[in-house]
Protein backbone atom coordinates (compact mmCIF):
# COMPACT_ATOMS: atom_id res chain seq x y z
CA UNK A 1 0.00 0.00 0.00
CA UNK A 2 1.77 3.42 -1.36
CA UNK A 3 -0.86 6.03 0.20
CA UNK A 4 1.13 9.25 -0.33
CA UNK A 5 0.55 10.88 3.34
CA UNK A 6 1.13 14.66 3.56
CA UNK A 7 -0.42 15.40 7.20
CA UNK A 8 -3.03 18.75 7.04
CA UNK A 9 -1.42 20.21 10.32
CA UNK A 10 1.11 18.98 12.41
CA UNK A 11 0.44 21.41 15.83
CA UNK A 12 -0.86 19.02 18.56
CA UNK A 13 -4.14 20.93 20.02
CA UNK A 14 -3.23 21.40 23.79
CA UNK A 15 -6.16 19.37 25.90
CA UNK A 16 -8.97 21.21 27.34
CA UNK A 17 -8.98 21.79 31.72
CA UNK A 18 -11.26 20.11 33.37
CA UNK A 19 -13.48 23.13 33.59
CA UNK A 20 -13.56 23.58 29.92
CA UNK A 21 -14.70 20.11 29.85
CA UNK A 22 -18.17 20.77 31.26
CA UNK A 23 -20.17 22.70 28.14
CA UNK A 24 -19.62 19.77 25.22
CA UNK A 25 -22.63 17.63 25.90
CA UNK A 26 -21.45 14.58 24.44
CA UNK A 27 -23.03 12.15 21.74
CA UNK A 28 -23.41 8.95 22.56
CA UNK A 29 -21.02 9.36 25.94
CA UNK A 30 -21.02 8.36 29.17
CA UNK A 31 -20.60 12.13 29.26
CA UNK A 32 -19.33 12.29 33.32
CA UNK A 33 -17.19 9.03 33.31
CA UNK A 34 -15.44 10.82 30.27
CA UNK A 35 -15.42 13.98 31.19
CA UNK A 36 -13.58 12.22 34.94
CA UNK A 37 -10.75 10.24 32.62
CA UNK A 38 -11.04 11.82 28.71
CA UNK A 39 -9.97 10.03 25.71
CA UNK A 40 -8.61 13.22 23.45
CA UNK A 41 -7.50 13.13 20.13
CA UNK A 42 -5.62 16.10 18.54
CA UNK A 43 -4.02 15.42 15.10
CA UNK A 44 -4.23 12.20 12.53
CA UNK A 45 -1.71 11.02 10.12
CA UNK A 46 -2.23 7.58 7.64
CA UNK A 47 -3.54 4.46 10.18
CA UNK A 48 -2.80 7.20 13.29
CA UNK A 49 -4.11 9.75 15.95
CA UNK A 50 -2.17 11.45 18.32
CA UNK A 51 -3.22 12.48 22.05
CA UNK A 52 -2.46 15.76 22.74
CA UNK A 53 0.43 14.46 25.06
CA UNK A 54 1.91 13.35 21.48
CA UNK A 55 1.15 9.88 22.51
CA UNK A 56 0.35 7.59 19.04
CA UNK A 57 -2.58 5.38 18.37
CA UNK A 58 -3.49 3.04 15.75
CA UNK A 59 -6.59 3.65 14.30
CA UNK A 60 -8.49 0.02 14.02
CA UNK A 61 -11.87 1.83 13.47
CA UNK A 62 -11.62 4.88 10.44
CA UNK A 63 -12.46 7.86 13.07
CA UNK A 64 -16.17 6.27 13.10
CA UNK A 65 -16.16 4.19 9.77
CA UNK A 66 -15.58 6.66 7.82
CA UNK A 67 -11.88 7.84 7.47
CA UNK A 68 -11.40 4.70 4.58
CA UNK A 69 -8.53 6.18 3.14
CA UNK A 70 -6.65 7.35 6.37
CA UNK A 71 -6.39 10.29 8.02
CA UNK A 72 -4.49 13.87 6.68
CA UNK A 73 -5.14 13.47 3.23
CA UNK A 74 -3.39 16.65 1.23
CA UNK A 75 -5.92 16.03 -1.55
CA UNK A 76 -8.91 16.36 0.23
CA UNK A 77 -8.14 19.39 2.48
CA UNK A 78 -6.42 21.13 -0.67
CA UNK A 79 -9.95 20.50 -2.48
CA UNK A 80 -12.01 21.71 0.19
CA UNK A 81 -9.99 24.92 0.75
CA UNK A 82 -10.13 25.70 -3.15
CA UNK A 83 -13.69 24.96 -2.98
CA UNK A 84 -14.15 27.52 -0.15
CA UNK A 85 -11.88 30.25 -1.41
CA UNK A 86 -14.10 30.12 -4.82
CA UNK A 87 -17.65 29.42 -3.48
CA UNK A 88 -18.38 28.93 -0.28
CA UNK A 89 -21.63 28.00 -0.52
CA UNK A 90 -24.52 28.04 -3.10
CA UNK A 91 -28.30 27.45 -2.91
CA UNK A 92 -29.31 23.75 -4.24
CA UNK A 93 -32.77 24.59 -3.83
CA UNK A 94 -33.90 26.29 -7.58
CA UNK A 95 -30.09 26.36 -8.01
CA UNK A 96 -27.50 24.56 -8.72
CA UNK A 97 -23.99 24.95 -9.10
CA UNK A 98 -21.65 22.28 -11.25
CA UNK A 99 -20.07 20.25 -8.82
CA UNK A 100 -23.02 18.95 -7.27
CA UNK A 101 -24.18 17.67 -10.85
CA UNK A 102 -20.35 15.87 -11.32
CA UNK A 103 -20.43 14.59 -7.96
CA UNK A 104 -24.02 13.44 -8.41
CA UNK A 105 -22.34 11.26 -11.80
CA UNK A 106 -19.66 9.87 -10.84
CA UNK A 107 -21.33 8.43 -7.87
CA UNK A 108 -24.10 6.93 -10.36
CA UNK A 109 -21.23 5.60 -12.28
CA UNK A 110 -19.75 4.01 -9.00
CA UNK A 111 -23.19 2.56 -7.85
CA UNK A 112 -25.10 -0.73 -8.81
CA UNK A 113 -27.07 -1.41 -11.42
CA UNK A 114 -29.62 1.53 -12.06
CA UNK A 115 -29.13 3.46 -8.56
CA UNK A 116 -28.31 6.50 -10.72
CA UNK A 117 -30.70 9.35 -9.04
CA UNK A 118 -28.61 10.85 -6.17
CA UNK A 119 -30.16 13.20 -3.46
CA UNK A 120 -27.71 15.03 -0.82
CA UNK A 121 -27.90 15.15 2.59
CA UNK A 122 -25.22 15.55 5.81
CA UNK A 123 -25.20 12.80 7.49
CA UNK A 124 -26.59 9.14 7.29
CA UNK A 125 -29.49 9.48 9.94
CA UNK A 126 -30.69 12.34 7.31
CA UNK A 127 -29.97 9.55 3.96
CA UNK A 128 -32.26 6.93 5.95
CA UNK A 129 -35.31 9.22 6.80
CA UNK A 130 -34.74 10.85 3.06
CA UNK A 131 -34.99 6.88 1.73
CA UNK A 132 -38.12 6.45 3.98
CA UNK A 133 -39.69 9.82 2.97
CA UNK A 134 -39.47 8.81 -1.10
CA UNK A 135 -40.63 5.33 -0.47
CA UNK A 136 -43.56 6.83 0.52
CA UNK A 137 -43.47 9.60 -2.28
CA UNK A 138 -42.76 7.19 -4.49
CA UNK A 139 -45.85 4.96 -3.98
CA UNK A 140 -48.00 7.78 -3.61
CA UNK A 141 -46.87 8.89 -7.02
CA UNK A 142 -47.92 5.77 -8.77
CA UNK A 143 -50.97 5.65 -6.87
CA UNK A 144 -50.48 3.51 -3.55
CA UNK A 145 -50.44 5.80 -1.09
CA UNK A 146 -51.86 3.23 1.80
CA UNK A 147 -48.04 1.39 1.45
CA UNK A 148 -47.06 3.80 4.85
CA UNK A 149 -45.65 0.92 6.76
CA UNK A 150 -42.16 -0.10 6.64
CA UNK A 151 -40.26 -3.47 7.75
CA UNK A 152 -37.06 -2.75 9.79
CA UNK A 153 -35.16 -5.06 11.78
CA UNK A 154 -34.19 -6.15 15.59
CA UNK A 155 -30.35 -4.90 16.71
CA UNK A 156 -30.84 -2.52 13.27
CA UNK A 157 -29.33 1.15 13.40
CA UNK A 158 -30.33 3.44 11.00
CA UNK A 159 -29.38 7.18 12.71
CA UNK A 160 -30.97 8.76 15.27
CA UNK A 161 -34.00 10.70 12.91
CA UNK A 162 -37.43 9.55 14.27
CA UNK A 163 -37.99 7.80 11.08
CA UNK A 164 -34.05 5.83 12.06
CA UNK A 165 -35.12 4.92 15.12
CA UNK A 166 -38.54 3.84 14.03
CA UNK A 167 -36.91 1.17 12.14
CA UNK A 168 -34.11 0.57 13.86
CA UNK A 169 -34.07 -2.10 16.27
CA UNK A 170 -31.65 -1.01 19.03
CA UNK A 171 -33.84 -0.60 22.39
CA UNK A 172 -31.66 1.96 24.36
CA UNK A 173 -31.85 3.87 21.57
CA UNK A 174 -35.84 3.68 21.20
CA UNK A 175 -37.79 3.26 24.66
CA UNK A 176 -37.56 6.72 25.32
CA UNK A 177 -39.23 8.04 22.40
CA UNK A 178 -42.06 5.41 22.19
CA UNK A 179 -45.12 6.75 21.94
CA UNK A 180 -43.14 9.54 19.29
CA UNK A 181 -42.03 7.06 16.80
CA UNK A 182 -43.63 6.00 13.43
CA UNK A 183 -46.95 4.68 13.40
CA UNK A 184 -47.03 0.85 11.61
CA UNK A 185 -43.58 -0.12 11.55
CA UNK A 186 -42.59 -3.93 12.41
CA UNK A 187 -39.55 -5.38 12.55
CA UNK A 188 -37.76 -8.64 11.03
CA UNK A 189 -35.68 -10.52 13.62
CA UNK A 190 -32.04 -10.03 14.11
CA UNK A 191 -29.72 -12.58 12.33
CA UNK A 192 -26.86 -13.32 15.12
CA UNK A 193 -27.13 -16.46 16.76
CA UNK A 194 -23.71 -17.82 18.83
CA UNK A 195 -25.62 -21.38 19.20
CA UNK A 196 -25.42 -22.04 15.13
CA UNK A 197 -22.50 -19.26 14.20
CA UNK A 198 -19.80 -18.96 16.58
CA UNK A 199 -17.08 -18.26 15.34
CA UNK A 200 -17.97 -18.26 11.31
CA UNK A 201 -15.47 -16.95 8.84
CA UNK A 202 -16.93 -14.44 6.53
CA UNK A 203 -20.58 -14.74 6.42
CA UNK A 204 -22.41 -17.51 8.40
CA UNK A 205 -24.07 -20.43 6.84
CA UNK A 206 -26.97 -20.72 8.87
CA UNK A 207 -29.94 -18.39 9.00
CA UNK A 208 -31.24 -17.84 5.73
CA UNK A 209 -34.97 -18.84 6.94
CA UNK A 210 -34.74 -15.81 9.23
CA UNK A 211 -35.30 -13.92 5.83
CA UNK A 212 -38.31 -15.51 5.38
CA UNK A 213 -39.87 -14.20 8.65
CA UNK A 214 -40.39 -11.12 6.30
CA UNK A 215 -43.52 -13.06 4.56
CA UNK A 216 -45.30 -13.51 7.60
CA UNK A 217 -45.11 -10.15 8.30
CA UNK A 218 -46.55 -9.32 5.20
CA UNK A 219 -49.47 -11.86 6.02
CA UNK A 220 -49.98 -10.17 9.05
CA UNK A 221 -50.42 -6.30 7.59
CA UNK A 222 -51.09 -7.24 3.74
CA UNK A 223 -48.47 -6.06 1.15
CA UNK A 224 -50.76 -3.31 0.33
CA UNK A 225 -49.94 -1.25 3.37
CA UNK A 226 -45.86 -1.81 3.10
CA UNK A 227 -43.79 0.58 1.66
CA UNK A 228 -40.72 -0.61 2.14
CA UNK A 229 -37.95 -2.87 4.27
CA UNK A 230 -34.71 -1.28 5.14
CA UNK A 231 -31.73 -3.46 6.60
CA UNK A 232 -27.90 -2.86 7.00
CA UNK A 233 -26.31 -5.53 4.51
CA UNK A 234 -23.94 -5.86 7.50
CA UNK A 235 -25.06 -4.01 10.64
CA UNK A 236 -22.57 -2.29 12.71
CA UNK A 237 -23.04 -0.77 15.26
CA UNK A 238 -25.42 -3.30 17.32
CA UNK A 239 -22.02 -5.43 17.32
CA UNK A 240 -21.45 -6.77 13.84
CA UNK A 241 -23.94 -8.99 12.18
CA UNK A 242 -23.28 -10.30 9.01
CA UNK A 243 -26.23 -11.43 6.53
CA UNK A 244 -26.37 -15.36 6.57
CA UNK A 245 -25.96 -16.67 3.20
CA UNK A 246 -28.64 -16.34 1.29
CA UNK A 247 -30.56 -13.83 3.55
CA UNK A 248 -30.24 -10.94 1.44
CA UNK A 249 -31.24 -12.69 -1.33
CA UNK A 250 -34.45 -13.96 -0.19
CA UNK A 251 -35.44 -10.69 1.32
CA UNK A 252 -35.00 -9.07 -2.14
CA UNK A 253 -37.48 -11.79 -3.99
CA UNK A 254 -39.73 -11.36 -1.40
CA UNK A 255 -40.20 -7.86 -1.79
CA UNK A 256 -39.98 -8.47 -5.55
CA UNK A 257 -42.79 -10.87 -5.32
CA UNK A 258 -45.21 -8.03 -3.36
CA UNK A 259 -43.60 -4.89 -4.86
CA UNK A 260 -42.24 -3.83 -1.88
CA UNK A 261 -39.14 -1.49 -1.94
CA UNK A 262 -35.97 -2.68 -0.72
CA UNK A 263 -33.79 -0.41 1.11
CA UNK A 264 -30.52 -1.16 1.99
CA UNK A 265 -28.48 1.07 4.70
CA UNK A 266 -24.70 1.37 3.36
CA UNK A 267 -23.71 3.94 5.73
CA UNK A 268 -21.01 1.70 6.78
CA UNK A 269 -20.91 -0.80 3.91
CA UNK A 270 -20.17 1.64 1.36
CA UNK A 271 -17.21 2.85 -0.14
CA UNK A 272 -14.98 -0.40 -0.17
CA UNK A 273 -15.33 -1.58 3.68
CA UNK A 274 -16.46 -5.01 1.95
CA UNK A 275 -14.11 -4.95 -0.92
CA UNK A 276 -16.27 -3.55 -3.66
CA UNK A 277 -17.88 0.14 -3.76
CA UNK A 278 -20.78 -1.19 -2.22
CA UNK A 279 -22.03 -4.50 -0.21
CA UNK A 280 -24.60 -4.62 -2.38
CA UNK A 281 -22.43 -5.13 -4.98
CA UNK A 282 -20.39 -8.06 -3.20
CA UNK A 283 -23.74 -9.27 -2.15
CA UNK A 284 -25.31 -9.49 -6.06
CA UNK A 285 -28.44 -7.95 -4.26
CA UNK A 286 -29.82 -4.65 -5.80
CA UNK A 287 -31.65 -2.22 -3.26
CA UNK A 288 -34.14 0.17 -4.95
CA UNK A 289 -32.74 2.91 -2.48
CA UNK A 290 -29.17 2.66 -0.78
CA UNK A 291 -28.39 5.04 1.77
CA UNK A 292 -24.58 6.40 2.34
CA UNK A 293 -22.66 9.47 4.07
CA UNK A 294 -19.51 8.35 6.34
CA UNK A 295 -16.64 7.11 3.40
CA UNK A 296 -18.50 9.42 1.17
CA UNK A 297 -15.65 11.76 2.01
CA UNK A 298 -13.22 10.52 4.03
CA UNK A 299 -14.92 11.39 7.30
CA UNK A 300 -13.95 15.22 6.05
CA UNK A 301 -16.98 17.12 5.58
CA UNK A 302 -20.13 16.05 6.89
CA UNK A 303 -22.33 14.72 3.61
CA UNK A 304 -24.71 11.83 2.76
CA UNK A 305 -26.15 10.26 -0.36
CA UNK A 306 -29.17 8.85 -1.37
CA UNK A 307 -29.49 6.74 -4.16
CA UNK A 308 -32.41 5.59 -5.94
CA UNK A 309 -33.65 3.53 -8.60
CA UNK A 310 -34.37 5.36 -11.88
CA UNK A 311 -38.01 3.92 -11.92
CA UNK A 312 -38.02 5.57 -8.75
CA UNK A 313 -37.24 9.32 -9.92
CA UNK A 314 -39.27 8.83 -13.01
CA UNK A 315 -42.62 8.21 -11.27
CA UNK A 316 -41.99 11.51 -8.97
CA UNK A 317 -41.43 13.46 -12.62
CA UNK A 318 -45.06 13.84 -13.16
CA UNK A 319 -47.64 17.05 -12.78
CA UNK A 320 -47.03 19.99 -14.03
CA UNK A 321 -43.61 21.11 -14.68
CA UNK A 322 -43.27 24.20 -12.52
CA UNK A 323 -44.14 22.08 -8.92
CA UNK A 324 -41.67 20.39 -6.78
CA UNK A 325 -41.91 17.01 -7.44
CA UNK A 326 -40.42 16.09 -3.71
CA UNK A 327 -40.95 18.69 -0.58
CA UNK A 328 -37.62 17.46 1.23
CA UNK A 329 -34.12 18.88 0.96
CA UNK A 330 -31.23 20.40 3.28
CA UNK A 331 -29.52 23.83 3.23
CA UNK A 332 -27.01 21.74 2.75
CA UNK A 333 -27.68 19.20 0.44
CA UNK A 334 -24.41 19.10 -2.16
CA UNK A 335 -22.71 21.74 0.06
CA UNK A 336 -19.96 22.60 -2.20
CA UNK A 337 -17.13 22.54 0.65
CA UNK A 338 -18.76 18.70 0.56
CA UNK A 339 -19.01 17.68 -2.85
CA UNK A 340 -14.94 19.04 -3.06
CA UNK A 341 -14.20 16.44 -0.74
CA UNK A 342 -16.29 13.45 -2.05
CA UNK A 343 -15.04 14.01 -5.24
CA UNK A 344 -11.32 14.42 -4.00
CA UNK A 345 -12.41 11.12 -1.96
CA UNK A 346 -13.21 9.25 -4.73
CA UNK A 347 -10.04 10.41 -6.92
CA UNK A 348 -8.01 8.87 -4.15
CA UNK A 349 -9.69 5.78 -3.40
CA UNK A 350 -9.33 5.33 -7.35
CA UNK A 351 -6.23 6.05 -7.56
CA UNK A 352 -4.97 4.03 -4.87
CA UNK A 353 -7.55 0.80 -5.46
CA UNK A 354 -8.92 1.68 -1.87
CA UNK A 355 -12.35 0.43 -3.34
CA UNK A 356 -11.23 -3.44 -3.59
CA UNK A 357 -8.78 -3.71 -1.44
CA UNK A 358 -10.63 -4.84 1.57
CA UNK A 359 -11.38 -8.21 -0.90
CA UNK A 360 -7.19 -8.28 -1.56
CA UNK A 361 -6.15 -7.95 2.24
CA UNK A 362 -9.34 -9.54 3.79
CA UNK A 363 -7.80 -13.26 4.29
CA UNK A 364 -5.12 -11.39 6.07
CA UNK A 365 -7.77 -9.99 8.46
CA UNK A 366 -9.62 -12.88 8.73
CA UNK A 367 -6.41 -15.09 9.74
CA UNK A 368 -5.65 -12.64 12.33
CA UNK A 369 -8.68 -12.16 13.94
CA UNK A 370 -10.02 -15.42 14.36
CA UNK A 371 -6.29 -15.92 16.15
CA UNK A 372 -8.15 -14.75 19.46
CA UNK A 373 -10.31 -17.44 19.46
CA UNK A 374 -9.65 -19.81 22.35
CA UNK A 375 -8.47 -16.56 24.31
CA UNK A 376 -10.63 -16.95 27.84
CA UNK A 377 -14.00 -15.25 27.47
CA UNK A 378 -14.00 -14.42 23.74
CA UNK A 379 -17.42 -16.08 22.57
CA UNK A 380 -17.69 -15.13 19.38
CA UNK A 381 -15.62 -14.28 16.26
CA UNK A 382 -16.94 -12.50 13.41
CA UNK A 383 -15.23 -11.01 10.04
CA UNK A 384 -16.06 -10.16 6.16
CA UNK A 385 -14.16 -7.71 4.32
CA UNK A 386 -12.18 -5.00 6.65
CA UNK A 387 -14.77 -5.74 9.00
CA UNK A 388 -14.23 -7.32 12.60
CA UNK A 389 -15.82 -8.40 15.55
CA UNK A 390 -15.02 -10.04 18.93
CA UNK A 391 -17.42 -11.03 21.48
CA UNK A 392 -16.74 -11.35 25.46
CA UNK A 393 -18.54 -13.37 27.49
CA UNK A 394 -20.53 -10.47 29.87
CA UNK A 395 -19.66 -10.12 33.20
CA UNK A 396 -22.38 -11.25 35.40
CA UNK A 397 -24.66 -8.57 35.86
CA UNK A 398 -22.67 -6.17 34.51
CA UNK A 399 -23.29 -6.12 30.57
CA UNK A 400 -20.69 -3.92 28.42
CA UNK A 401 -18.44 -3.97 31.48
CA UNK A 402 -15.74 -5.99 30.31
CA UNK A 403 -15.47 -5.22 26.88
CA UNK A 404 -15.62 -1.29 27.63
CA UNK A 405 -12.26 -2.13 30.10
CA UNK A 406 -11.21 -3.84 26.67
CA UNK A 407 -11.63 -0.60 25.08
CA UNK A 408 -10.18 1.97 27.03
CA UNK A 409 -6.85 -0.39 27.98
CA UNK A 410 -6.54 -0.92 24.06
CA UNK A 411 -6.75 2.84 24.14
CA UNK A 412 -3.95 3.06 26.89
CA UNK A 413 -1.64 0.61 25.26
CA UNK A 414 -2.25 2.96 22.05
CA UNK A 415 -4.94 1.23 20.07
CA UNK A 416 -8.35 2.60 19.75
CA UNK A 417 -11.23 -0.25 19.12
CA UNK A 418 -15.07 0.21 19.53
CA UNK A 419 -17.11 -0.89 22.30
CA UNK A 420 -20.99 -2.01 22.01
CA UNK A 421 -22.11 -3.87 24.72
CA UNK A 422 -19.67 -6.56 25.14
CA UNK A 423 -18.62 -6.66 21.55
CA UNK A 424 -15.50 -5.34 20.16
CA UNK A 425 -15.59 -3.69 16.81
CA UNK A 426 -12.93 -2.69 14.01
CA UNK A 427 -12.83 -1.46 10.79
CA UNK A 428 -9.86 -0.04 10.42
CA UNK A 429 -8.77 2.64 7.39
CA UNK A 430 -8.69 0.13 4.39
CA UNK A 431 -5.23 1.64 3.73
CA UNK A 432 -3.75 -0.75 6.50
CA UNK A 433 -1.01 -3.00 6.40
CA UNK A 434 -0.26 -6.42 7.54
CA UNK A 435 2.02 -5.43 10.36
CA UNK A 436 -0.55 -2.69 11.54
CA UNK A 437 -2.99 -5.88 12.00
CA UNK A 438 -0.74 -7.52 13.67
CA UNK A 439 -0.62 -4.55 16.16
CA UNK A 440 -4.28 -4.24 16.31
CA UNK A 441 -4.95 -7.92 16.93
CA UNK A 442 -2.08 -8.57 19.22
CA UNK A 443 -2.49 -5.37 21.41
CA UNK A 444 -6.09 -6.42 21.69
CA UNK A 445 -5.21 -10.26 22.21
CA UNK A 446 -2.84 -9.35 25.50
CA UNK A 447 -5.37 -6.96 26.71
CA UNK A 448 -8.33 -9.46 26.41
CA UNK A 449 -6.05 -12.10 28.16
CA UNK A 450 -5.24 -9.28 31.32
CA UNK A 451 -8.84 -8.24 31.29
CA UNK A 452 -10.49 -10.48 34.11
C1 LIG B 1 -26.04 1.79 9.11
C2 LIG B 1 -26.05 3.19 9.63
N1 LIG B 1 -27.03 4.01 9.28
C3 LIG B 1 -27.07 5.29 9.70
C4 LIG B 1 -26.10 5.78 10.54
C5 LIG B 1 -26.18 7.18 11.03
O1 LIG B 1 -25.21 7.98 10.47
P1 LIG B 1 -24.88 9.40 11.12
O2 LIG B 1 -24.28 9.15 12.46
O3 LIG B 1 -23.95 10.02 10.12
O4 LIG B 1 -26.18 10.15 11.21
C6 LIG B 1 -25.04 4.95 10.93
C7 LIG B 1 -23.98 5.44 11.82
O5 LIG B 1 -23.15 4.72 12.31
C8 LIG B 1 -25.03 3.61 10.48
O6 LIG B 1 -24.06 2.75 10.87
Redesign the pocket.
Same mark, same amino acid.
Given at each position: MNARITPVSPQLTPAPSQEELGAFWMPFTANRQFKANPRLLARAEGMYYWTPEGRQVLDGVAG??CVNAGHGRREIADAVARQLTTMEFAPTFQMGHPMAFELANRLAQLAPPGLDRVFFTN? +?? %???DTALKIAIAYHRARGAGQRTRFIGREKG????GFG?ISVGGIVNNRKIYASSMLPGVDHLPHTLDLGHNAFSRGLPHWGMHLANELERLIALHDASTIAAVIV %?PI???AGVILPPVGYLKRLREICDKHDILLIF? %???TGFGRVGKPFASQVFDVTPDIM?T??GLTNGAI?M +?AVFSQRKIYDAMMQGPENVIELFHGYTYSAHPAACAAALATLDLYEREGLLTRAAAIGSQWEEAIHSLRGIPNVIDVRNFGLIGAVELEPRPGKPGGRAYDVFVECFERGVMVRQTGDVIAMSPPLIIEPAQIAQLMGTLADVIRTTA
Open positions: LWS +GS %ESVYHGVG %ESGSD %EVITAKP +G
